[in-house]
């Protein structure tokens, strides 16, 4: 269930820290859940698609669709809210709670995140 990155020495030799991410089990997408550690910066979908989460972005990745909406259950304080842009987008996913956000405007920072996946996105028949 555990996967880890290699992360880029910052100058100086110095190992930037990473944040733990982790993916609560999801039936289809991740049934075994996931514990990674992912590149602080980076956004939380591409950092996802890393790790073989087949996470939805219809838009590919620009905050125009709300396919790639997950749910922060913890670790949210760390992150830059979201703004106006994202929440309108917000608006269309299915399931929406407070603690929505969308990945693709998600860059991971901190020292760890929970994240939970939707059962279902906007686009209900997905192409397998």
Known sequence: ???SV?????????????????????????PEGLVFEARNGRKLVDELLAQGVAIEHACEKVCACATCHVHVRSGAEFLVPADDEEEDQLDDAWGLDAQSRLSCCVKVKGPALVIELPLYTKNHAREK
């Not at 290699?6 to 991740?30: I, M, N, R």
Request: some cysteine; overall charge negative; hydrophobic content about 35%.
């Open 1 to 3: 269930m555990t996967a």
């Open 6 to 30: 290699q992360l880029s020495p910052a100058p100086h030799g110095v190992v930037k820290p990473g944040t733990e991410v982790t993916v609560l089990p999801h039936p289809d997408l991740c």
